[in-house]
Nanobody
Framework: QVLLVESGGGLVQVGGSLRLSCTAS????????MGWFRQTPGKDREFVAS????????YYGDSVKGRFIIARDNDLNTVYLQMNNLKPEDTAVYYC??????????????????WGQGTQVTVAS
């Protein structure tokens, strides 16, 4: 079983930046497409960003395009989410996820089968 552990969440002011990290417990990390999702109470989990196994392809949700950057370091078994120009509506629990299917880079929550525990991001206005 691969464990995903997120870190880097916290409290930040509007317009500030945070970088989230998600580290996998096994070196098979490089075989997985990775994604970031977020969720606020009472709402469905929202797609934020995803990245291919090599890092050569990335996708973003409309609400974060131009502000967030997803990247990965396969040598460190880690995927990152650089969040810039943060807004109050970015406040959520952020989850990283792994898609063990080798053939896609999905934006759909249901395609991801491994999940981290989540890290809280709060943007104060």
């Amino acid at each position: 079983q691969v464990l995903l552990v997120e870190s880097g969440g916290g409290l930040v002011q509007v317009g500030g930046s945070l970088r989230l990290s998600c580290t996998a417990s096994r070196r098979t990390f490089s075989s997985y497409a990775m994604g970031w999702f977020r969720q606020t109470p009472g709402k469905d989990r929202e797609f934020v960003a995803s990245i291919s196994r090599s890092g050569g392809s990335t996708y973003y949700g409309d609400s974060v395009k131009g502000r967030f950057i997803i990247a990965r370091d396969n040598d460190l078994n880690t995927v990152y989410l650089q969040m810039n120009n943060l807004k109050p509506e970015d406040t959520a629990v952020y989850y990283c996820a792994a898609d063990t299917s080798p053939l896609r880079v999905s934006t759909q929550e249901g395609d991801y089968d491994l999940w981290g525990q989540g890290t809280q991001v709060t943007v104060a206005s």
